[in-house]
């Protein structure tokens, strides 16, 4: 059976947006530009290492259709990257500029998103202090993400004080902006459920709602595997797909894909769940047809990985190709990039600076 594709790369979003230094009449559109928007989302990356595309299919594509709805705020959690990373701290700080030529890359466009960095906002870091009354270690303990984050780094008796407490800090980031909407997958629920706690308990402390809870915005997609379809994607394991790999690295990734260990011959029978490439067809491949007439031409035999690689390194190459000529411009370009950071964070200090005021005025901290 021969197959044809129609294959167009998706990349749309991306080649439509055009993001240039903001000047000072730009910066005064993307005030009133946001202010029109209800809704509130914030989102965050840690910022220890480049993003790859587990994030581009998880979360940045998502942000770039959200911020044409929303009123979107994009925090580079540099603190938050720290709490796990005290000891090396330069794998945070030498990834800031990355994390954000990345989004930009990708297309998110700092007229229409607000990208600022925690630790130039001193309000999320007092938020954090004062919530901290407001929690419990066992509560803290008991969060299954963070349980799970402290299984699997191994820390032992040994947890850095930041990364058991980190949730509290990540409420205050989320109601320093009044985010009403944070987009999560479903492992992230439980530290939505805990900001919601301190919400309602600072609130019954003022006896107003000075805080609002927030909703998450569960995404359908479902994660992307790594390359070796075995572990969590990780840049030092070589099992991910970094947004800014080369040519070469795309087709050398694709190469070492899992796929079925059983299917050794072409006319074998093949097994399409579990099998990586297949995943990320069905991830990046905007020819949903052509991809089920493959995976039924697989599942009965007569189609060979080298062929189905071949047509998933040929979409891979199309669709990070602008992407990565995109970020190479701005990664060029590191005093914009910190231009941009710089404009998003002062907007984020006025806006956290209010709500730091009310809950300081909620414990009754407020004499001058
Ligand atoms: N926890 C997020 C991550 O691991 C980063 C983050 C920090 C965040 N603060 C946030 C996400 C607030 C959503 C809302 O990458």
Redesign the pocket.
């Known amino acids: 059976m021969q197959v044809k594709s129609n294959f167009k790369p998706n990349v749309k979003c991306i080649d439509s947006v055009e993001v240039n230094c903001l000047d000072k009449q730009e910066s005064v559109q993307l005030a009133t530009d946001l202010s029109t928007k209800k809704e509130k989302v914030?989102?965050?990356?840690?910022a220890t290492g480049q993003l790859h595309l587990g994030h581009y299919v998880g979360s940045l594509q998502q942000r770039v259709k959200l911020q044409d709805m929303y009123h979107q705020t994009i925090?580079v959690?540099d603190m938050?990257g720290l709490t796990d990373n005290g000891h090396q701290p330069q794998k945070v700080a030498s990834n800031i500029l990355n994390v954000v030529a990345d989004y930009l890359a990708v297309g998110i466009d700092p007229l229409k998103t607000r990208i600022c960095l925690?630790s130039a906002i001193p309000a999320l870091a007092e938020l954090t202090m004062y919530y901290s009354n407001l929690v419990s270690i066992s509560r803290l303990e008991r969060n299954p993400t963070v349980k799970n984050e402290i299984r699997s780094k191994s820390f032992g008796r040994s947890i850095p004080a930041g990364f058991l407490t980190y949730p509290i800090?990540?409420a205050a980031?989320?109601t320093a902006f009044n985010?009403t909407l944070?987009p999560?997958g479903e492992d992230?629920l439980p530290?939505l459920e805990q900001t919601n706690e301190i919400v309602r308990r600072l609130n019954h402390i003022a006896g107003s709602a000075i805080l609002t809870e927030c909703k998450p915005l569960l995404s359908k997609v479902s994660r992307l595997p790594s390359t070796d379809g075995l572990s969590k994607m990780s840049k030092s394991m070589g099992n991910t797909i970094m947004l800014s790999a080369s040519e070469r690295e795309i087709t050398k990734a694709v190469k070492s894909m899992y796929t079925d260990p059983g299917h050794l011959r072409v006319e074998d029978t093949g097994k399409v769940e579990g099998n990586v490439v297949f995943t990320y067809l069905d991830a990046f491949h905007p020819d949903i047809d052509y991809i089920l007439r493959l995976k039924e031409q697989y599942r009965c035999g007569g189609l060979g990985d080298g062929k189905t690689k071949k047509i998933l390194e040929e979409c891979l190459q199309e669709t990070l190709k602008p992407i990565r000529e995109r970020r190479a411009m701005f990664i060029d370009d590191k005093a914009q990039l910190i231009d941009i950071l710089k404009r998003g964070t002062e907007q984020a200090q006025e806006e956290s600076n209010r709500v730091l005021t009310s809950v300081k005025q909620a414990f009754g901290l407020n004499l001058f």
């Open positions: 914030l989102t965050g990356d840690r925090l959690a938050q925690q800090s990540q980031d989320i985010a944070v999560v992230q530290m």
